[in-house]
């Protein structure tokens, strides 16, 4: 992945306190390079080496945990080669999830040198490993915690970027997670480069995952809507009517037996359900998805309110 703290990427950098200067290193740390701005005395926080660019007046992580170095996740994560395997087997990965990222690798392969910002990059999503393998070198990636997988820690509410920066920005499974998502993604148009590709995929039909951290879901509609500034390669769901209900199971019995481990078992019992969505038509899926997603380039166009009414693709018309 791209050294950020390089001297020709970190010129793109912008403080996300004052939001208007550049950053500056000094003796392995990182601050603000405006003299008026707090963090121009005050250090930004490390952590592992890397910078947490995050204006805590504004976020919802706490600074004294990234002092401490404490902060991992905004819920413990648990790994294992155990629960790979499950995953695996009984969640799967998304077939359409591959494909767009086949179609998003081949156009970003058109492009010398393309930059590409992943936000949310903690764990690599569903059908991101090829896309990965091949245009790694191009990657940037954050996190509200610390992984491998990410080279700075940020608030996607303010992305610390200059404008204009980025050919693709990926923001997959994430805009459940942020307070504010119109605001993320004006945060995402600023920094992608006019005719530029955005990609999100976002749940629609799943019951509350990470706990106190889970805010917002989108219909098909909606989602499309929320990129109202972008004009439409392609949208759809990643998943229909089938695992929308294999979520509904897990949490129908986690909460009747109190337990989780009900759930589990009832994936485990009822993983063909996620089989379903191919004998469904699209349009039935689109009214059930569980997940959905969009594709898009940047435009100097806004999508008018009532083009959202004619652009529904369910099965209710």
Known sequence: MVNLMNNQMFDLYICPVCKTSS?????????????????????????NSKPVLIDFNH?????????????????????????????????????????????LKKEMLRIENPKILIIGGGELGSGMDY?????????????????????????AHMIPFKDDVFDMIIIQAV??????PRKVVSEITRVLKLQGIVYAETPFMQQVHEGP??????TESGHRFLFRSYN??????????????????????????????A?????????????????VPDSY??????????????????????EIVTYYQGNQK
């Open 232 to 261: 439409l390669i392609s949208s759809g769901y990643i998943s229909g009517v089938g695992p929308a209900l294999l979520w509904s199971l897990d949490f129908f019995f986690s909460g009747v037996f109190r337990t989780r481990y």
């Open 131 to 155: 896309f990965y393998s091949e245009l790694k070198e191009n990657i940037v990636s954050f996190d509200i915690y610390d992984s491998v997988n990410v080279q700075f820690l940020a608030d």
């Open 23 to 47: 950053l500056q290193k000094r003796e392995g740390v990182v601050f603000c390079a405006n003299m008026a701005c707090r963090k121009f005395e005050e250090p930004f926080s490390m952590v």
């Open 213 to 218: 951290y889970d805010f917002t879901r989108y």
């Open 59 to 103: 976020s919802l992580a706490s600074e004294r945990n990234f002092k401490f170095n404490t902060w991992k996740s905004t819920v413990p994560r648990r790994s294992s080669s155990f629960i790979h395997l499950f995953r695996e087997i009984f969640v799967g990965k998304s077939k359409k999830s591959i494909q767009n990222f086949d179609y």
């Open 285 to 306: 899926n689109i009214d059930g998805a569980c997940g959905v997603y969009f594709i898009g380039r940047k435009s100097e166009s806004l999508m008018k309110e009532y």
């Open 175 to 180: 805009l459940e997670h942020v307070l504010d």
């Open 263 to 279: 759930g589990k078992v009832i994936r485990v019992l009822f993983f063909w359900l996620r089989f379903v969505d191919k004998f």
